[in-house]
């Protein structure tokens, strides 16, 4: 008997495997497909999390405590999240995965058993692109870009001042 598809499965078809986000990381950022037209807007929420509208379905991005998040798909659960920037764990679809972030390259990166995802940015953090492979690499990218632009902000904002 096969698994009932996730929630993202049509986007993450759609998608072919990649989108790309463009806005200031304070505001949010518009998602783009990668011939152009927009599907969807990531809106942070401060030190809490998230919102992400994606073709008409809302994803919400909570932080639980000190490196600890989850990421909700229309309400069904569909990454969890733990441990510091340069080394975490995240599970998308319930997959274990291994993922970092690089904070001066302003790149990201996640990887397990099915499948993986890559999200890079240009220096200023305003135009980044996503790359994904896996029935879970869409929630695993979307969060990546989350998490890498709200470190990044974070890191810049505190050593700027």
């Known amino acids: 008997m096969a698994a009932p598809p996730k929630p993202w499965s049509p986007l993450s078809a759609r998608l072919e495997g990649r989108f790309a986000a463009r806005g200031l990381p304070p ?3 518009s998602l783009l497909e990668a011939e ?4 969807g807007r990531l809106r942070p929420e401060g030190g809490r999390g998230a919102r992400i509208s994606a073709a008409g379905a809302l994803v919400v991005i909570e ?3 000190r490196g600890r998040y989850r990421m909700l798909w ?3 659960q569909a990454l969890s999240a733990e441990g510091p920037p340069e080394g975490f764990r995240i599970a998308p ?5 291994e993922a970092g972030l690089r904070l ?3 790149f990201a990166t996640a990887r397990g058993p099915g499948g993986r995802a890559r999200v890079e940015g240009d220096l200023a953090g305003l135009r980044y692109g996503a790359r994904f492979e896996g029935e879970a690499g869409l929630p695993a990218a979307l969060f990546l870009l989350y998490r890498l632009a709200a470190a990044r902000s974070r890191a810049f904002v505190v050593g700027g001042r």
């Not at 152009?36 to 599907?39: C, D, L, Q, R, V």
């Not at 679809?93 to 995965?97: F, L, R, T, V």
């Open 27 to 29: 505001l949010g950022f």
């Open 93 to 97: 679809g319930g997959e274990p995965w």
């Open 36 to 39: 152009g037209p927009a599907f």
């Open 104 to 106: 001066l390259r302003n």
């Open 74 to 76: 229309e309400g069904v």
């Open 63 to 65: 932080r639980e405590g």
